[in-house]
């Protein structure tokens, strides 16, 4: 998948990820899409609370080796 930035937030606990997930949205345009990358199994829940309340759109999140990769679209 296409994105225009990545965030690497492997090896941060929670709420760390989400913190800086919420930072790297809040320097990005409407429609672009952020990649990130976490360790923390919590994230999978926190992403996903994150994007409903915030209206962004979570685009495919999935688990490899431990790693959590999620594509998320901030919202227009």
Do not use: H, W
């Not at 937030?9 to 952020?34: D, F, H, W, Y």
């Not at 790693?67 to 919202?75: G, L, Q, V």
């Amino acid at each position: 998948m296409e994105f225009d930035k990545e965030l690497d937030a492997r090896g941060l606990n929670c709420p760390l990820p989400i913190l800086r997930v919420k930072k790297s949205l809040a320097e990005m345009t409407g429609g672009q899409v952020l990649k990130a990358v976490a360790t923390d199994s919590g994230s999978v829940k926190d992403f996903q609370a994150f994007c409903r309340q915030t209206g962004n759109d979570m685009l495919e999140s999935s688990e490899a080796n431990g790693e959590y990769i999620f594509f998320i679209r901030k919202k227009a």
